[in-house]
């Protein structure tokens, strides 16, 4: 039987798990796959790159995932990783507003109040901003909308002062986005359910959030992460491929329909065809790939934020800390170039040798990505005096290490999530057999892009199994 060829452009978490997982269905099942993972850059993971530097652990890109969506870690223990993964330790985070650390009140859940005494007691909100959170218990429910932006939903329950000053400093630290302009339905889904369902958003956040689970638990936190960095689990999956044909350093220049195939044309002008194609490359590769084609429009005017982030080792003493937590968020009206910074030596103690202290500071924004294009030398010295107003540094950094993700963090504006329906829509019928995965569509988590490689590859199946049918019937 000819074996079905299907190939997957785009080494990162996507890709690595679509291959992963499609290779473990043709094995188990015997099917007749022939299966290219296709990557541009010289190394596979995307944004996952882990730097060893003598006893440190220092990520680059992602530095953990939720334990509670369990796919990630399923891979970890798929490729035999299991005894690697570390939870975080728990700490108090603050947010940084008026040049002062201040913790987020206890049981705000993204923001959200489910407990009332520690937010009535935060110095974040002045007696007015409480009044008007406090409005949320009488505001009627929205009329029903098929989406809106964050800020929108958010300040009408709460008011502004509690988004300026806790929900956006938090939200954009997980989408690096504009608060106004990003989908509730493509981020938040499950705010707007609660607010239909009981019309108080706090009440409703209240009813729905368990019990803390982690109250027996004291050292134990929500995240998730490999002792040996993020990277290992790249490394582990691209070893299990072991019946995939993994090509790096290969750039595929376009893509044509052919008949009930696919010309792949690299950019050494040698041809590749296939049955099948999962594309998990950055969404604006596809446009460029498939030129001249109006149903990837949209991927066109999907914008992506240019981030970065410095990681910096000091000796033990050097940096003051007063404050027993994990890090802390800033709000955007504060006159700080960095946007967050972690202290990763008490986040995440096997990272650190115990005489060191790690800080790994975050910066770019929407539409304000200056600083990423700066030197490391430059960067460091804005980072260092953003840091000085907030504690006090008396060394300078043993080493440190500066990243740039440049359009890394694609935005999902309002209506996102109905154009990426409409889109793959059209894609079906247009190029069937040819599927879309990744941080640009349907979440930009770990688990969220291992997800979507995984129904790519059930995709993937499904249209091989109905291709070969229908091949059998004709004959």
């Known amino acids: 039987m000819t074996k079905q060829k299907v190939v997957i452009i785009g080494g990162g978490i996507t890709g690595l798990s679509a291959a992963f997982y499609l290779q473990k269905e043709m094995l188990e099942k015997n099917l007749p796959i022939e299966i290219k993972l296709v990557e541009a850059n010289e190394k596979l993971g995307g944004k996952i790159q882990t730097i060893r530097h003598e006893?440190?652990?220092?990520?680059?890109?992602?530095?953990?995932?939720?334990?509670?969506?369990?796919?990630?870690?399923?891979?970890?223990?798929?490729?035999?990783?299991?005894?690697?993964?570390?939870?975080?330790?728990?700490?108090?985070?603050?947010?940084?507003?008026?040049?002062?650390?201040?913790?987020?009140?206890?049981?705000?859940?993204?923001?959200?109040?489910t407990k009332i005494s520690p937010f009535i007691s935060s110095k974040l909100f002045s007696l007015q901003g409480k009044a008007r959170a406090a409005a949320d218990f009488i505001i009627p429910a929205g009329k029903p909308q098929d989406d809106q932006s964050l800020g929108h939903f958010f300040r009408r329950r709460l008011g502004n002062e509690v988004v300026e000053n806790l929900i956006e400093p938090l939200l954009s630290g997980i989408y690096a986005g504009d608060i106004d302009k990003l989908s509730l339905m493509s981020t938040f889904p499950q705010f707007y359910k609660v607010e239909q369902e009981n019309r108080s958003l706090i009440l409703g956040m209240k009813k729905s959030t368990p019990v803390n689970s982690q109250k027996h638990?004291?050292?134990k936190g929500i995240f998730l992460t490999l002792k040996g960095g993020l990277e290992s689990l790249v490394a582990g999956v691209e070893k299990k491929l072991t019946h995939t044909a993994v090509l790096k350093n290969c750039?595929?220049?376009?893509?044509?329909?052919?008949?009930?195939?696919?010309?792949?044309?690299?950019?050494?002008?040698?041809?590749?065809?296939?049955?099948?194609?999962?594309?998990?490359?950055?969404?604006?590769?596809?446009?460029?790939?498939?030129?001249?084609?109006?149903?990837?429009?949209?991927?066109?005017?999907?914008?992506?934020?240019?981030?970065?982030?410095?990681?910096?080792?000091?000796?033990?003493?050097?940096?003051?800390?007063?404050k027993e937590g994990t890090g802390f968020v800033i709000s955007r009206n504060a006159d700080f170039t960095i946007t967050a910074c972690t202290w990763v030596h008490k986040k995440w103690k096997h990272s650190t040798p115990g005489n060191k202290l790690?800080?790994?500071?975050?910066?770019?924004?929407?539409?304000?990505?200056?600083?990423?294009?700066?030197?490391?030398?430059?960067?460091?010295?804005?980072?260092?005096?953003?840091?000085?107003?907030?504690?006090?540094?008396?060394?300078?950094?043993?080493?440190?290490?500066?990243?740039r993700w440049k359009q890394a963090m694609p935005q999902y504006n309002v209506g996102h999530i109905e154009k990426v329906r409409k889109l793959k829509s059209e894609l079906g019928g247009k190029y069937p057999g040819l599927y879309l995965a990744g941080a640009p569509y349907e979440g930009v988590g770990l688990p969220d892009c291992i997800d979507q490689g995984k129904a790519a590859v059930d995709d993937v199946l499904q249209y091989l199994s109905n291709k070969m049918k229908m091949e059998t019937v004709e004959y």
Do not use: C, W
């Open 55 to 113: 006893d440190f652990v220092i990520e680059r890109g992602p530095d953990s995932f939720l334990e509670r969506k369990t796919s990630a870690a399923q891979l970890v223990k798929d490729v035999g990783l299991g005894d690697q993964l570390v939870n975080n330790a728990v700490g108090r985070s603050f947010i940084l507003v008026n040049d002062e650390l201040n913790p987020i009140p206890a049981g705000a859940v993204m923001g959200i109040p």
């Open 217 to 219: 638990k004291p050292n």
């Open 251 to 322: 750039k595929v220049a376009s893509i044509k329909k052919i008949g009930e195939q696919y010309e792949l044309k690299f950019e050494d002008n040698t041809i590749e065809m296939a049955d099948t194609i999962v594309m998990t490359s950055p969404h604006y590769t596809v446009p460029q790939m498939i030129s001249n084609e109006p149903i990837f429009e949209y991927l066109k005017e999907i914008p992506a934020t240019t981030v970065g982030n410095i990681a910096m080792a000091f000796p033990e003493g050097t940096v003051k800390l007063d």
């Open 358 to 403: 790690l800080l790994r500071a975050f910066f770019g924004k929407p539409g304000d990505s200056e600083i990423v294009h700066k030197s490391d030398e430059e960067i460091l010295k804005i980072v260092l005096k953003d840091l000085n107003k907030v504690t006090e540094i008396t060394a300078e950094p043993e080493f440190y290490y500066v990243s």
